[in-house]
């Protein structure tokens, strides 16, 4: 099996969804994509994640087309496709239903900036798409589902690399990741952020963004050049 470790470290990253209550049922799915080779392993279709093996992952190139596998891959996997084309520098992709996130999607709102547990992660709200429209509806609707994603990140010049998480509005969340490890941990950190922004706003619901400062001051302990959080490698 020529993709044995890609699809075993998709496999992973699946079960990893499953067993951090992000998944019920068969809702949601992850990739890892081999950078070189250019093509990733993602979830066949429908398959309950308790009866779910690694070798039942399906190889999918960049066209959309099966290189090993017997199954169907995951109806979402064209939206995948689309990320892993057009955000250079990435190798995971997730797409869950987790219920707060999706809560913010159906709700068609970004995340706002509230606290430093965000800006932790992110300096910028985890943004929301707008709602598809109805000539996308009836194209290629997972592709588009893509593009809507792409095309919100191109019009606003958000850089991917740094918001690695989006709300499709109506729909729920996709992560990224230069690992698909980190597409996960990221779907992990997206739930957590829009059940705690939640909690405030039920709290207080005129509560303003925080502050510039303690956004940046959060950010760069974690990130950039003079980051200082974490044991010294
Ligand atoms: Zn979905």
New binding site residues.
């Given amino acids: 099996m020529a993709y044995r470790e890609l699809k075993e470290r998709s496999w992973r990253c699946n079960m990893e969804l499953s067993r951090r209550n992000l998944i019920k049922y068969t809702?949601g799915n992850a990739s890892a994509f081999d950078v070189e080779k250019r093509m990733f392993a993602i979830k066949p279709s429908g398959v309950p994640y308790d009866e779910l093996q690694p070798t039942d992952m399906v190889v999918v190139d960049l066209d959309n087309k099966v290189v090993e596998g017997t199954l169907k891959f995951s109806s979402?996997t064209k939206t995948h496709t689309v990320l892993y084309r057009k955000f250079p520098g990435i190798a995971g992709v997730v797409?869950t239903?987790s219920p707060y996130a999706t809560a913010w999607a159906q709700a068609m709102k970004s995340i706002p900036v509230l606290g430093t547990t965000h800006a932790d992660h992110c300096t910028r709200p985890v943004p929301c798409t707008p709602v598809m429209s109805n000539e996308m509806i009836k194209g290629d609707y997972e592709e588009e589902t893509g593009n809507l994603i792409v095309d919100t990140f191109e019009k606003n010049s958000f850089p991917h690399r740094e918001i690695e998480m989006v709300l499709v509005a109506c729909?729920?969340p996709f992560t990224w990741g230069e690992t698909p490890e980190k597409a996960v941990y990221n779907s992990v950190i997206l739930e957590e952020l829009a059940r705690i922004a939640f909690l405030t706003l039920r709290i207080d619901p005129g509560v303003p963004p925080m502050i510039k400062e303690l956004i940046d001051k959060h950010y760069l302990r974690k990130h950039g050049e003079s980051s200082y959080y974490g044991q010294t490698k």
């Fill in positions: 809702f979402d797409h239903h729909h729920g």
